[in-house]
Structure formats: structure tokens, C-alpha cells
């Protein structure tokens, strides 16, 4: 996926604490996450260097997912400079992403 940053519980604190971060928590095996992949696709490429657009799967990688309580994927986390400022539970739209990075 070009555009997307995948992280690790290694990277995850690195790459959320400078700047916009949105992070996509989701598993391979969730529909719905699997439909918000495409979605955050387009977002990546509207927003381009504004906000690092991330994904990280719940399976693998479980520490994040459990300091942040995520019960249900797919979640996103829209993180500035560290900071959760917005959660996003179940499939979102390029619109309310992308407006939510600019605002």
C-alpha cells in the first residue's frame, strides 16, 4: 500500500508523537476493515505529507491496541503530536477522514 505507514509496537510511539498521525487499528480478517483499506488509500494521497497515514494490525501487533482499550476494529485514532484528538469507530469515508486531518 503506497502512501501507508504499517507500524509495529516498535515504531508506533515514534511515528504518532511528531505531527498528524491517523491510525487505522484492523485485523485481516474483518470485513470491514478490509473495506476501510481502499478508503484509506485515497485519503493518504489527498493529504500527502500533512498527516502520516498509518495502519496497524490488532493480531500482530497488540500492545498500542491495548493502551488505547481498542474493543472493536476497524478503529481509527487521529493522533497530534501524541495526542489522541479524535476517534473513529467502524468503516469511515475519505470525507470525514480528510476533514478531520485539516480541522
Not at 16 to 31: E, S, Y
Not at 49 to 58: E, G
Amino acid at each position: 500500500m503506497s502512501g501507508i505507514i504499517n507500524l509495529t509496537d516498535d515504531s508506533f510511539e515514534k511515528t504518532v508523537t511528531d505531527g498528524t498521525a491517523l491510525v487505522d487499528f484492523w485485523a485481516p480478517w474483518c470485513m470491514p476493515c478490509r473495506m476501510q483499506g481502499p478508503i484509506l488509500e485515497k485519503v493518504a494521497a489527498k493529504v500527502g505529507d500533512k498527516a502520516k497515514i498509518c495502519k496497524m494490525n490488532v493480531d500482530e501487533e497488540q500492545l498500542a491496541a491495548q493502551k488505547f482499550r481498542i474493543t472493536s476494529i476497524p478503529t481509527l485514532l487521529l493522533f497530534k503530536n501524541g495526542q489522541v484528538v479524535r476517534q473513529f469507530v467502524g468503516v469511515q469515508d475519505e470525507n470525514t477522514l480528510v476533514s478531520a486531518i485539516n480541522g
